[in-house]
Each structure stands twice: as structure tokens, then as C-alpha cells.
């Protein structure tokens, strides 16, 4: 998407507004405009060294560090103490793929084909694995939440830890399934893959630069969360659950849709649904553990971001079960989309 | 079904009854059988109508005003300001299609035919719809019940238009869809429809006497619904999730298992699912809309009718997707529906 | 399962630790360890005793006396009191037969064969029975639990043996289905069953034998239950739904994952899906029915099972739906096994 990189203007803009100090609400939209730039450039390095790396590793690599800004950003939120933004950015990270990323993909690729097609056996595979691990962080959650809490702080934690280690050993061992032991369910997918145009000195530079300045402005941003937020009279939760999520996955999720409109369904729904995927397997487990070297959080999320999170994939299920898509498909998910976010903006 | 014509001699009855001031629940049943005939004829002279207008207007006509009936009784019980009855009729309209009457009709054509087959791409679409309804009901309610309450009404208001809103676009675009963009998916249902007996004038005639005199009788059923619940303890929410759907929906209901039985189980399940989606999509959106000439009415349904909507659809996606429906499979929905009904009579 | 028989000499060690009063601990290990042996002589006396019965006849024996292990320590458990246990019990063996024992044949058979295939529309006429039967069992629950209760538990028994007469109804009528209307769906699976080792003299022998044993070592096991938990800080909701599902079913599950190893993956689905079925339909009635005879037992169980069963039938009917399994659709019921656990372990 050539035409997200004219935001990278936005870089000296909200570093220049932020050492001048201008109003937060200014800084909050600089900053995340850069990260919106800043997060394709990301995606688009990882891919090209993906590329050289050879099949295996580079599916590996793609498949890590894919969500890596949605990680930056929760880290540096989470260094803040900011932990309900960052529980509720996990859950909209996963909401906005489902419902926004998938819906809009569906709806536009319907409106120039009328039906799409994608390997059901595939999809399957993903949706089905996105709702045992919703299922895995779903149980934990119901039974702290109906326990009367409080004393039970420290125990928490434990349990957290326990399912961020079973979730990370998943992940691990999906890796293990779709590179090595099952990689030819995947080998139909691949797409002939032209040489990139990046050297592959120079998309190192890129995701090293582009790592650098994301955590430059993810820092930027969050700082900028709390005042803004009074100012415009918005919750925290939110921001975390619906603006967060669009900012961080901007750059992929027009990917998505760009390959929807070319009626390459198998790839977009895999990004959607993927990208779901590696954050509660991945980016979940391992903000757990990094929150052991400042405060412990809790992977206890609450009871609107597991009502949420739980509708969101059994529709991503029952979209994949049939391998057929249209736009009215589209139209439905980005409308449970809207009324999620909805509620969530008016309550 | 020709049998409910003789109720017909109950208009005449329940009307004296009224006049003569009889005891309110002899009136409640008097004009009870009093509506099931006419909302009979209100539904045959539809498809009639239907006839004469063609394919595309007259598939409007019929997936518009199949629920006439539900929606006059509603408004006339939203008038009297019965907001709990006719939520409470609106969820049990869903739970009775999708497990009475889908699974009498199963049950009554599985004891002849030993496996019934059914078009599971179009019913497909319609469960999946169903889910997707049901979920965008879901979400703002369980949002609202876990906020504490009360302090938010005019909130509550807001988000019920919304959603009112969105669901009331998405029955527009799902016309479009089936009638215009992908009308072909229902190609292969057209049952040869023979002339019907009616001429047009006829039915017009027939429907519009039966529209007054259905109104007249749903004024006089909802006013006797609160003396009638004193007098036999029944609660309100009892009368409104059991009885109105039942009354409202009787001669469709017959119909449908009438169709199971002539092995056209397409249809059959067309009337129960389509039916349920078009009280979603189309009524509620209509009642939220009308009661704001008199009280804004919330969309926010209670725990239990949440519970039961949510079950039934999911029920239905399981029943669809194998497009194969046998004896047990009714019974099994009849027993999920005579629980919910005796824990609703009990509680 | 040969090896389990060396276990039977812990029926003379239980009875001689009981009478020595060993500590109670130690006589909960040692029944525990004398009754899964001899609920293994139970089941393959009965499958004996089924195969000179004849098909029928045979297959309704098996059907009905499959978990009768379960049935009889529940019964002493229920005649001792411990109504909670009871409940937990039947929740986790639902819970256990669907994601650990499950889990396990489908990971031991997939480490051995890539994909293994089953009968997908036997399975699903199971899993979609286990929705629709956990479904009638959450309802009421999810009432109860939303009206506050106490005063209403005379009511509450009375809608607990309605719905226990339902669930009955519908395991006589599965029983019909299977085995007279719709037995032809079932043909497939005959294996071909050699003449058993032991005569019907014998196994009718057996069967009496270990009846009585596993009644005496019940309720040795039952009455070690409490003591036992109050030395080890356990929670008796932690025995019942983890560890007697796990004593009562051992020679069951070891069965279940021979059968998958050996890649006969419809037996190893029939026995875990199967059996689950059976224990809501047949076990849980005649519990609710036995209890009346001491004091009444109510079929309400809570949040925590509730949800458990929940999704374990979500995940059953998941993993049904398209007739393959891999070894990391094994690992992923496992966790979720394992994550429910743990958080009744430390909750």
C-alpha cells in the first residue's frame, strides 16, 4: 500500500510536537499516524527476509514476528501500568480481524466477485484452533470472574502463568505442524512469490530502523493515551479495545482487503484469521511473561472482552465452514463489528 | 388448513364476550382463537397477492408481511405499555419457530419419511444469519447487564436505535440479496405454483378485513392478558414467551409441519428459520421504531431470553449443516423447547 | 488391558487398610487403585455377555451398563451426602471423556498416522445429541442461577425430575434410533468380532463378582473422600470433577487410546462421545430418580461445570464435523483439559 508511506511525515511531526509539547490530543493522532507507516514498512521487511530465508524459516519468521508492533506497542503500555489497555488491545486485535478485517475483505471482494472461494480445509485448521485457545483463556476468566475476587490476586497470577506457558507451547507446536509435520496442507497456498525488489541488506536495515522508530512513537503514544482521553471524554478501554488495534494493524489489514479485491481469498482470510491467531498464542504468553520483569498482569480478561472475544470466533467458524463467501457475509460481520463498537463507545 | 376456519365464529364471541364484560380469562381465550384464524387468512391472502404481483415484488410482500400478525399484537401490547410481554413474545417467536415448530415438523415428517433432505446451501444462509442476528442482539445486552444499571437509560435508548438501525439496513441488504444479487441461490426451490383460488380483489379484500379485525382483537387479547395472569398466577413473561408466539404464529406453525409432512422439508424449514430472522431483522427494528411515539422501548432483552435466543441458534446452525433431518433430531428440539417452557413456568 | 489387572490386588490391601484403620489418604489411594481394575472386569464381562446376547439385545446391555462403575460410586456417594461430588462427578466425565480421553487417542493415533479418519455422520448424530443434551441441562441451571434462589427449592426439585424424565425419554428413544429405526446408519461399524475367550457362564460370573466389589470398595473410596481432602487442602468439587472421573473411567479411556493407536478412531469417538451421551442421558436421570429415595438431588449444577460443559460439547461438535484428526487437534483438548483443571485445582 504505497499510499500509507506518505504518513511517514508524521514521524518528525509528532517527535517536533512532542518536544515542543503540544496538546495531547494532537500528539495522541501524530503519533499514531506514524506507527500506521511505520508497521507496513515492518511487515513488508519481515516479508522480504522471509523471502531469503528460504520456506521454512521464512514462514517461521513471517508467522513471529508479524504482530511485532501490536507487541511494541502493548510493551511499552504495559511498562506505563497501562494493563486494561493492553488486555483490551489483545481482545481488539482479535475482534477487529474477525469481525472489521474479515467483513471488509468479504464485502469488497463480494461486491466485484460474486462469490469467493477459499480452501476450507485450511481455514479450518486456523478457525478451529482460534477457538480452542479463545476457549483456553475464556476458562480461567468465567472462573475468577465468579469466585469473589480480591484475595485471590496471587493466585491469579500462577494460573496466568500456567495458560501463557500452555498457550506458548501450542503455538510452538502449530509451528511444528504447518511448517514440518502437515506442510503439504499448506503447500496448495503457495503463491508464486517474484523475487522483491528489496535487497536483502537493505529490508534488514528497514525492520531495524522501522523496529527502532515504533518504539520510539509507541512510547510517544502512550504517553499520550491518558490526557487525551480525559480531554475527549473517551474510556481507556476504548482506546485500547477499538482504536489501538486499527492503529496497529492498519498496514496489514489493508493488505487483507487489497488481496479480497483480487480474489485471493485464501490469503486474506488467512491474515485476518492468523494474525487472531499468533496474538492470543504468541503476543498473549509473551507480554505475560514480560510483565513478570516489571508488575505481573493477569491473563483474566474481563467479562466484555470474553463475551466478545468467544462471538467473534465461533462466527469465524461458522464463516469457514462452508468455504464460500459473498458480501452480504461482509455486511454482517463489519455489523456486529459496529455494534460492538458501539456499546463499547457509549457504555 | 382448512380445520381453523371454524375458530373463525370466536370473533363474534370474544367481541360479545368483551361487551358483556365476562371474565377477563374467558376473554383472553375467546380472542386467543379468535386471532389464530385470522392471522391465517391474513398469511393465505398474502401468498395470493403474492402470486398476482410476481416473483420479485410478491417474495417482498410475503418476507415483509408474514409476521403482520406478531407485529400488530406487539404494538397494541407496547401501547398498553407491556414492554416485558412483548420482548418477552419477540424471543419466544424465535425459540418457538427454531424448536417447536422446526421440531414438530421434523418429528411428524421423520415418522414418515425415514431421513428428510433439505437444500443446506440456502437454509445455510438463512442459519447463518440467524446467528449473526442474534449475536448483534447479544452484545449490547450482556454489555448493559454487567454495567451496573439504572443511571444509563437515555444510553440505553441511544444504542437501541443503533442497533435498531443496523438490523433494519441489514433485512434491506439481505432482501437485495435474495431477490436481486444472488437470486439464483433460490432458484431451485420454486415449488409450481398452481393459480390460486382467490382472485386478487378477493384477497385484498380478505386482508384488509382480516388486518382490522386483528387489531380489534389484539386491543381486546392484550387487555385481558394482566387480568388473566392474576387470576391463574401465570406471570406476564410467561404469557409473552409461550402463549403470544403460539397464538400469533399457530397457523403458520401448521403449515410448516403440514409441508414436513408432504416431505418439503425446504419449506418446511424456510417458514420456521426465515420466519425467526424476519422477527429479528424486521419486527423488532419496526416495534423500536414505532415506540418512540409513545416510550422509547429498549432493544436490551433479559438473561433468560438471551439464553434461550442464543441456544436455539445455535441449535439451528447444528441442525442445518447437514442438510438431513430424521425423527430423533425433532424430538431432541421439542424436549430442548418443553424444558425452556416448563423452567419458565416453574421460575 | 492385561496390565491393570496386577491393580486387583489392591481390593485385599483396601479392605485390610479399612480395617487397620490405616490413615484415610492412604485407603482413598488404595480403593481408588482397587476399582479401576474392576470396573475394566465389568466392562468386558458385559461386552461378553452382550456378544452371546446377540446384536440387539447385546448392544442395548452395552449401551446401559457401560458406565454402570460411575453409577455405583455416585450412589454412595449420593447415600453418603455428598451431592456435590456427585454433580462434579458427572460434569467430569462428560468434561474428561471429551478432551482428555479424546485428546489423547486422537495425539497417541496421530503420532502414529498422519490423518486418521472416522465415520463423520455416526460421530455427528452423537455430538449433536451431547449439544442438545447439554443444552437441556443448562437451561434450567442458567435460570435458577439468575433468580435468586433459596426459596425456590422446592420448586427446583420438582423442574429436576421433569427434566431427568426428558433426558430419560430421549435415551430410550436414542436407544430406538440406534438400534431399530435408523440401525442401518450404524452397520458400518461392525467389527468383526471374534468369539471371546471367556464362556457366558464365566462372564455372568465376573460381572456379579465385580459388582459387588466395586459397591464394597465405593463406598470404602466414598467415605475416605472427606478426610482425604482436608489433609491435602484439596476441594471436594477438585475430587469430583477430576479424580473419580479419572478412577471410574481408567479402563474405559486406556481402551479408548488402544483403539486409536491401533487406528480404529470410530470405536476410540464412540467410546469417549458415546459414553459422555450416556452419563447425561441414563446415568444422571437414574441418579436424580435413585435420590429420591434418600433426599432429593437437584439436576442444577454450577457455573463452573456448566461452563466446562459447555464447551467441551462446542469443541465436541467442532472436532466432529469433518471426519479427520491430527495429532494437534489431540494436544489442543489436552490443554483445554489441562486449563480447566488447573484452574479447579488452584481455585
Redesign the interface.
Same mark, same amino acid.
Given at each position: 500500500m504505497k499510499v500509507l508511506k506518505y504518513l511517514l511525515i508524521f514521524i518528525p511531526i509528532s517527535l517536533i510536537g512532542e518536544y515542543m509539547h503540544l496538546s495531547e490530543p494532537l500528539i495522541f493522532i501524530f503519533s499514531a499516524l506514524a506507527i500506521i507507516p511505520l508497521a507496513g514498512l515492518m511487515g513488508e521487511s519481515t516479508e522480504v527476509i522471509s523471502y531469503y530465508a528460504g520456506n521454512r524459516i521464512g514462514g517461521f519468521l513471517n508467522a513471529t514476528f508479524g504482530n511485532a508492533t501490536e507487541l511494541i506497542i502493548a510493551f511499552f503500555a504495559m511498562r506505563a501500568g497501562l494493563f486494561d489497555v493492553v488486555k483490551a488491545s489483545i481482545a481488539g486485535s482479535v475482534i477487529g480481524n474477525i469481525l472489521l478485517v474479515l467483513g471488509l475483505s468479504m464485502l469488497v471482494g463480494g461486491l466485484k466477485y460474486?462469490t469467493q472461494y477459499f480452501n476450507q480445509?485450511v481455514i479450518? %485448521?486456523t478457525a478451529?484452533?482460534l477457538?480452542?485457545a479463545v476457549?483456553?483463556l475464556?476458562?480461567?476468566a468465567?472462573?475468577?470472574h465468579?469466585?469473589n475476587a480480591k484475595l485471590?490476586t496471587t493466585?491469579y497470577e500462577?494460573?496466568s502463568i500456567? %495458560?501463557a506457558i500452555?498457550m506458548f507451547?501450542?503455538y510452538i507446536?502449530?509451528l511444528v505442524?504447518s511448517f514440518y509435520?502437515?506442510k503439504d496442507l499448506y503447500a496448495t497456498e503457495t503463491t508464486e512469490e517474484s523475487k522483491p525488489e528489496w535487497s536483502l541488506r537493505k529490508s534488514i536495515i528497514v525492520l531495524v530502523v522501522a523496529t527502532i522508530l515504533i518504539g520510539i512513537e509507541s512510547e510517544v503514544f502512550v504517553g499520550s493515551v491518558e490526557p487525551m482521553t480525559k480531554a475527549f471524554g473517551l474510556s481507556e478501554f476504548f482506546v485500547g479495545i477499538i482504536l489501538v488495534p486499527i492503529i496497529g494493524n492498519a498496514a496489514e489489514h489493508s493488505t487483507a482487503v487489497l488481496m479480497a479485491y483480487k480474489n485471493k481469498m485464501n490469503v486474506a482470510i488467512e491474515i485476518a484469521l492468523g494474525s487472531s491467531l499468533q496474538i492470543i498464542l504468541f503476543v498473549t504468553p509473551v507480554l505475560i511473561f514480560l510483565s513478570l520483569l516489571f508488575s505481573p498482569m493477569s491473563i483474566i480478561f474481563n467479562?466484555?472482552e470474553l %463475551?466478545?472475544l468467544i462471538?467473534s470466533v465461533?462466527?469465524a467458524?461458522?464463516i469457514a465452514?462452508?468455504g464460500e463467501s459473498?458480501?452480504?457475509?461482509g455486511?454482517?460481520?463489519v455489523?456486529?463489528y459496529?455494534?460492538?463498537a458501539?456499546?463499547?463507545f457509549?457504555?
Open positions: 460474486k480445509k479450518d %485448521v478451529s484452533m477457538l480452542f476457549i483456553g475464556t476458562v480461567p468465567i472462573f475468577t465468579t469466585v485471590l493466585r500462577g494460573l500456567i %495458560v500452555i507451547a501450542i507446536l502449530s505442524f509435520s502437515h467479562a466484555f %463475551v466478545a462471538f465461533l462466527i467458524n461458522r465452514s462452508d459473498n458480501w452480504l457475509e455486511v454482517q460481520l455489523a456486529v459496529i455494534i460492538i458501539a456499546s463499547f457509549i457504555l
